[in-house]
């Protein structure tokens, strides 16, 4: 596949011809950023980002006028229809149609009451250094190790990170969020110099909220390799525990360099996430003991 530079960009499987409209259109002051940037980025990760939206129904944060202008949080076409994507081609006619960032429920169409996995979204509060930040990741992996869960990092390519548990699909979305409410409040019982437990800003200065509130049913999170309608552009992407220390900030790759990057990565971080199976038993037994 190729990435000419005409305004066309074929996308497989059906070799569709879409046509890019106002390709050189900046939509990002800050980085200079082009519409047919944002095109052939997404083209260029296909690979990496299809198995992140296989099946799952998404949300889409268009920005008609760029990142500077109003932002459009859409969850369905043409009425109630949830909106699911195949392949590429579908991505890239909603790249056409502004869209910047895609999101996607915790669970899978033909299980729609199962999530596969939970998401525990790291939220810096005010005067909150990336350093506890990354601190934070770390800590939270911990706990969750002692609850026999093994997680995924990916930073959210906005301010904090995302570590992410993938689960067999048996527990529903009210049990996924109360667990990890109950995870949320461990950690901000056991920390509270570092974590809070309750959503807004005046909750949570200095500190980082975890938000659990990612897990009820239809919510989303920004996916894996999304982009993000913010200025300078930065990605969603998935990284080795071991690279934690290393990370600048929730936007350390953007829209310029995360293709890049991924030529020299040597091994998916998340290769082990696919095949994990895991299931909540074990942690909802230690955190009930809790109380
Ligand atoms: P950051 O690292 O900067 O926090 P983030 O992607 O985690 O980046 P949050 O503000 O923590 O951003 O999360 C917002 C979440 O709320 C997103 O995951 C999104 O799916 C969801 N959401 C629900 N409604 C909206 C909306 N109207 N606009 C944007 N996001 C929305
Ligand atoms: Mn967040
Ligand atoms: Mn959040």
């Given at each position: 596949?190729t ?6 960009t074929?996308?497989?499987p059906?070799n569709?011809?879409l046509r ?9 002051e800050a980085?200079?950023a082009?519409?047919?940037q ?6 260029s990760?296909s690979e990496w980002l299809?198995?992140?939206?296989d099946?799952r129904?998404?949300?889409?944060v268009r920005?008609?006028d760029g990142?500077g ?7 369905h ?5 949830l ?6 081609a ?8 502004n869209?910047?960032e895609?999101?996607?429920w915790n ?6 009451d199962?999530?596969d996995?939970i998401?525990?979204?790291?939220d810096p ?8 930040v990354?601190?934070?990741a770390?800590?939270?992996r911990?706990?969750l190790e002692e609850?026999?869960l093994?997680a995924?990092?990916?930073?959210s390519g906005?301010?904090g990170l ?6 067999t699909?048996?527990a529903?979305?009210?049990a996924?969020k109360a667990f ?10 056991t920390l509270p ?20 509130l990612?897990?009820g049913e239809g919510?989303t ?6 982009v993000r ?8 992407m998935p990284?080795d ?6 990370l600048?900030?929730g936007d350390h790759?953007?829209l ?10 040597k091994r998916d971080p998340?290769?082990d ?10 942690g909802l037994?230690?955190?009930q003991?809790?109380?």
């Amino acid at each position: 596949k190729t990435a000419g530079t005409s305004s066309r960009t074929s996308s497989s499987p059906a070799n569709s011809q879409l046509r890019i409209t106002h390709p050189d259109r900046v939509i990002d002051e800050a980085s200079g950023a082009t519409k047919i940037q944002l095109v052939r980025y997404y083209e260029s990760v296909s690979e990496w980002l299809l198995p992140h939206l296989d099946q799952r129904p998404l949300a889409l944060v268009r920005a008609p006028d760029g990142v500077g202008g109003q932002l459009f949080f859409q969850k369905h076409v043409e009425g109630d229809d949830l909106i699911v994507v195949r392949n590429m081609a579908q991505v890239l006619e909603f790249t056409q149609l502004n869209t910047v960032e895609f999101h996607t429920w915790n669970s899978r169409a033909d299980k729609l009451d199962k999530p596969d996995r939970i998401v525990f979204d790291l939220d810096p509060g005010e005067g909150v250094s990336f350093a506890q930040v990354r601190e934070g990741a770390q800590l939270v992996r911990a706990l969750l190790e002692e609850l026999q869960l093994k997680a995924w990092l990916k930073t959210s390519g906005g301010k904090g990170l995302h570590v992410v548990v993938p689960l067999t699909r048996r527990a529903d979305h009210d049990a996924c969020k109360a667990f990890s409410h109950a995870v949320v409040d461990h950690l901000a019982a056991t920390l509270p110099k570092r974590f809070s437990a309750k959503s807004g800003p005046r909750n949570r200065v200095g500190k980082i909220f975890v938000d659990y509130l990612r897990n009820g049913e239809g919510q989303t999170t920004a996916a894996a390799f999304s982009v993000r309608a913010r200025p300078g552009m930065g990605v969603s992407m998935p990284v080795d525990w071991d690279q934690l220390p290393d990370l600048k900030g929730g936007d350390h790759w953007t829209l310029r360099d995360a293709r890049d990057h991924l030529s020299f990565v040597k091994r998916d971080p998340w290769a082990d996430y696919w095949t994990c199976r895991q299931t909540l038993t074990a942690g909802l037994r230690m955190l009930q003991a809790e109380d």
